[in-house]
């Protein structure tokens, strides 16, 4: 079949071959020890496993300062003596006490390394307690710069708010700060000044009256929770409440708004129920019924943080006003509502081990703001949301980062993992069946973290298809797969190019008026057509391009 090309495709080929070499080579990217010890397992984080944390803080706006201690219950794995405890500069780790000892500990960097007296016997659990404090890093643009964002309301007062994805928790309290290991359950303590209101993760059990006229806030947490998903929120609060009526039973709403935005959150926030309806229909039951669910008014964008979604987007539809898929559809939904409360089923759920698969929280989340559409307006408009989305896809680097340094892929982690999952609905081809696998993936990987290969395997067996020639193309490569064809005595000849080794994904096209699924691979094959001015036009559904090679 090559032979009958001819002169016609060749330097069509020789520029993809050199578009290709250019494109796959990975930009030079220096990391240091520091990125190794906050992003690997360590021998100093792999010897214990997390079990509690108390988390027992002052936050003192007047100076910009948090201090306190975290309290960290822990079981032993393997026999050994030198804790890694994470923490970052310019905070401070005071004293660190077990047993009624102070232990000793060296500091390297944002690592702390605490010496252990009492013998670590395989399969005991023990605890200690770490005394911190200081001017945490300030966020300048959060959410995407991390550290705690210190503001005032329009009407003088605190409005506090820390986030720190990707910077890490140890922003601004001590802990195990690597993914791989969630803390099965957590207390959060949260000493704030007496006119203002301290919102956290889970449930709200106490408030304690101080002497000195502050206030201690008690939340709990009784599910599992990753490190960046904790957070604090001190402002001026009021809130008001609802039940949601799900799968589950009735799930406890409680929202949070600065008091001077009531009447604006009472209406903007009913798309917290439509939301979660949406999204149990095609995930399966709100993943934290016994800690709640909450929005709550942040000085910032908005953050996925667990049972307690932070929201600053304007009390308006879109992202800020704006439709980020430019079709229209972007607008009939708060933005922050939607995409961020779509985190807790992917990234508080269901949580990657290292930063380098980031794309199994936002590829997956991105892609139910589609859903969210199409549960409400329908199905053309859901696929055409995800599609307007395309334009904001750059193909720079891949989607996976590098592993154990705390290093994430490329943005396109959010438009264009969506798009590809959007391409995996076409492979499926029966919406009851791609309903069934997002809703299969909740519950197999129900609060657990996972790697991208869990994943993919997952997929590709609920599939019925080796996805993984599809995965390296999509999350490992940055080329757009092309159909390259041509038509030639009532044959249609047809092969993927621009793509990586075994690429073999089924595709649909139209020639003419006639609806064909093709097979392609990365070798020629051909098909008879029998008909006279043939034209084909691919399935817009599957993220690809296409060329006539005789155009």
């Known amino acids: 079949m090559k032979k009958q090309l001819g002169i016609i495709f060749i330097s069509f080929l020789l520029f993809n071959v050199a578009n290709a070499q250019g494109l796959l080579q990975p930009k030079n990217e220096v990391f240091t020890r520091q990125d190794s010890l906050r992003g690997s397992i360590t021998k100093e984080r792999a010897w214990w496993d997390v079990q509690n944390y108390h988390l027992d803080i002052k936050v003192n706006p007047a100076d910009s300062t948090i201090t306190g201690s975290n309290t960290i219950g822990y079981k032993v794995l393997k026999e050994y003596n030198v804790m890694q405890i994470d923490l970052q500069n310019p905070m401070q780790i005071y004293k660190v006490i077990q047993d009624g000892k102070e232990l000793k500990y060296t500091r390297e960097g944002n690592a702390f390394f605490v010496n252990l007296i009492a013998p670590q016997k395989i399969g005991s659990t023990n605890k200690i307690t770490v005394y911190y404090g200081g001017k945490p890093r300030v966020a300048v643009n959060a959410p995407w710069d991390g550290g705690i964002s210190w503001k005032k309301d329009s009407n003088g007062k605190s409005f ?54 502050t206030k201690t806030y008690n939340w709990y947490v009784s599910s599992p929770i990753n490190n960046y998903g904790v957070n604090i929120n001190i402002g001026d609060y009021v809130s008001f409440s609802e039940k949601f009526k799900g799968e589950k039973g009735d799930l406890d709403c409680t929202y949070y708004v600065l008091r001077e935005n009531l009447a604006k959150a009472k209406k903007q926030f009913k798309d917290a129920p439509r939301m979660l309806k949406a999204f149990e229909h095609w995930f399966g039951p709100y993943p934290f019924y016994e800690d709640s669910y909450k929005l709550v008014e942040a000085p910032y964008l908005g953050m996925e943080h667990q049972s307690s979604v932070t929201y600053g987007n304007g009390f308006e539809n879109g992202y800020r006003g704006r439709d980020l898929s430019g079709t229209g559809w972007g607008l009939k939904f708060d933005f922050i509502i939607i995409h961020e409360s779509g985190h807790e089923w992917f990234a508080n759920s269901i949580t990657y081990k290292d930063i380098a698969d980031m794309w199994i929280h936002e590829s997956f989340t991105n892609y139910s703001e589609s859903l969210f559409v199409e549960y409400y307006y329908g199905k053309e408009a859901g696929y055409t949301y995800v599609k307007g989305l395309r334009k904001n896809i750059e193909n720079d680097k891949p989607i996976i980062g590098h592993y154990d340094v705390n290093n994430e892929g490329s943005s396109d982690m959010y438009y264009k993992g969506a798009n590809m999952l959007h391409t995996i609905r076409q492979i499926v081809n029966n919406d009851d069946k791609w309903r069934g696998i997002l809703r299969g993936l909740n519950s197999t990987f129900y609060h657990q973290t996972v790697t991208t290969k869990q994943i993919e395997d997952y997929l590709s067996q609920e599939v019925g298809m080796d996805l993984n020639p599809f995965f390296n193309q999509y999350l490992r490569d940055t080329r757009i797969p092309t159909l390259e064809y041509f038509f030639k005595d009532g044959q249609l000849a047809y092969h993927w190019t621009n793509c990586v080794g075994g690429f073999n994904m089924p595709v649909k096209v139209t020639v003419n008026t006639k609806e064909l699924l093709l097979n392609p691979k990365t070798e020629w094959e051909s098909i008879a057509v029998n008909t006279e001015k043939p034209k084909l036009v691919v399935d817009t559904n599957f993220y690809v391009a296409s060329f006539n090679i005789t155009d």
């Open 160 to 213: 506090i708010g820390s986030s720190c994805q990707g910077l890490g928790a140890s922003v601004w309290w001590p802990n195990k700060d690597h993914m791989y290991d969630e803390v099965e359950n957590m207390l959060i303590s949260i000493n704030a000044p007496k006119n203002l209101m301290a919102v956290s993760n889970g449930r709200l059990q106490s408030v304690k009256q101080q002497k000195d006229g």
